[in-house]
C-alpha cells in the first residue's frame, strides 16, 4: 500500500511541476523572512529561485541580466515603489506576479490584471500566480 500512496504523490507533483519545473523565478523581495520562504517554495515547485534582491539597485542588476523566465516582485522594497521595475520587467516581456503584505495595494491601471499574492502566501497561491503569470 505505501509503493500506491508514494506513487500516488508522485503523480500529484507530476501535475504541479510540469510547467514551472526548471523555471528561473527572480524574487525582488527585501523581507529577510519572506525572500527565502519565497526561495524554498520555489524549490518545493521545481524552480529555481534566482534572488531574493532585497533592493531595487540590485534587482534592476539581475533584470539587466536578464537570466530568468518569470519574477515575483514585492510592490514595496524598503520604503519604495518597485513599479519601475514592472516597467522593466516588461520592456523584456518578462512576465512577473506581484506581493504585498498590505492591505492597500494602490497599483497603477496598467498593472491591475497581473496576477497579485496576499502575504503571507502559501505553495498552491505562489504556484497559481505563475503559472498564471506565465500563460498570459
Do not use: N
Not at 526548471?22 to 517554495?41: F, K, N, W
Not at 520592456?91 to 497599483?107: C, E, K, M, N, Q
Amino acid at each position: 500500500m505505501s509503493s500506491h500512496d508514494s506513487s500516488t504523490d508522485a503523480g500529484a507533483q507530476a501535475t504541479v511541476r510540469p510547467l514551472l519545473k526548471g523555471r528561473r523565478v527572480l524574487i525582488v523581495e527585501d523581507s529577510p523572512v519572506v525572500g527565502p520562504m519565497t526561495a524554498d517554495l520555489l524549490h518545493e515547485l521545481g524552480c529555481i529561485a534566482v534572488g531574493p534582491a532585497p533592493t531595487l539597485a540590485v534587482a534592476r542588476e539581475l533584470i539587466d541580466a536578464g537570466v530568468f523566465d518569470v519574477a515575483v516582485v514585492d510592490v514595496h522594497i524598503r520604503g519604495e515603489r518597485a513599479f519601475p521595475l514592472c516597467d522593466a520587467l516588461e520592456a523584456r516581456h518578462i512576465p512577473f506576479v506581484l506581493t504585498s503584505g498590505y492591505a492597500d495595494w494602490h497599483v497603477p491601471d496598467r498593472w491591475a490584471r497581473r496576477p497579485r499574492l496576499q502575504k503571507p502566501y502559501r505553495l498552491e497561491g505562489l504556484r497559481d500566480a505563475i503559472r498564471t503569470a506565465l500563460a498570459a
